[in-house]
């Protein structure tokens, strides 16, 4: 129950298309999701994040499109570049104990 | 403001020995919280610190504990090292409690176990 299913592993992407990355839970308790970023050799950091009273965010390039009643949550980032090539995770909290991780997607952006 | 300061970067051990692992948070960021890092399981909680309190704990054997200072600095150990021990040891640091507030990560202290 307190598994987030990250889909798929790896991602390859021409660069200027859409990169899709889906995560899935099952605790209910859960209304917390952000989405981090890793690159090679750094910690990860913060890229978005969505609580259930929404069921879009925006930022910029990145959105969190949010399906509670199927207990899924994704992020597409939009004319994706080569520098967007990182590790993705999404991640879920009920908001008093810590996150609870997916196992990542490898995203690399090709030209 | 300095980010999630984490030392050392790199340690090469030897199984049977033990380790310890330093974190220094963001100024004013009271909890801490510890994660291994391996390809195959992903990232998995050790351990949160908040006001020198252990709030929360994941599921690793007792050979892995920690400790938080006064200072908001927080010290993870490794006990009797295993090859499976070797990860990257990432510490994430955050002004409220792990979960109900950002975690801003630090670059991580990378373990080799030989």
């Known amino acids: 129950q307190q598994q987030v299913k990250q889909s798929p592993q790896s991602l390859i992407v021409q660069k200027g298309g859409i990169s899709i990355i889906n995560c899935a839970y099952e605790?209910?308790?859960?209304?917390?999701f952000p989405w981090y970023q890793q690159f090679p050799g750094k910690g990860p950091a913060l890229l978005i994040a969505?609580?259930?009273?929404?069921s879009e965010k925006k930022e910029g390039r990145f959105t969190i499109s949010f399906n509670k009643s199927a207990k899924q949550f994704s992020l597409h980032i939009m004319d994706s570049q080569p520098g967007d090539s990182a590790t993705y995770f999404c991640?879920?909290?009920?908001?008093?104990?810590?996150?609870?991780f997916g196992k990542g997607t490898r995203l690399s952006v090709i030209a | 403001k300095a980010g999630v300061t984490q030392t050392p970067r790199y340690l090469i051990k030897t199984r049977g020995q033990q380790v310890t692992l330093s974190c220094s948070p963001i100024?004013?960021?009271?909890?801490v919280s510890w994660y291994q890092q391996t390809p195959g399981q992903g990232l998995q909680f050790l351990f949160e610190?908040?006001?020198?309190?252990?709030?929360n704990k994941g599921n690793f054997p007792g050979r892995f504990s920690g400790r938080q200072f006064s200072n908001s600095r927080s010290e993870m150990n490794v006990s009797t090292l295993e090859l499976g021990d070797s990860a990257l040891y990432l510490c994430?640091?955050?002004?409220?409690?792990?979960?109900?507030?950002?975690?801003?990560f630090g670059p991580g202290t990378r373990l080799t176990v030989l």
């Open positions: 994430a640091s955050s002004l409220a409690a792990a979960g109900a507030d950002t975690q801003y």
């Open positions: 605790n209910t308790a859960f209304d917390y």
């Open positions: 969505i609580r259930p009273d929404v």
């Open positions: 991640a879920a909290s009920p908001g008093n104990t810590p996150l609870v």
């Open positions: 100024s004013g960021h009271r909890s």
């Open positions: 610190y908040f006001s020198e309190t252990q709030r």
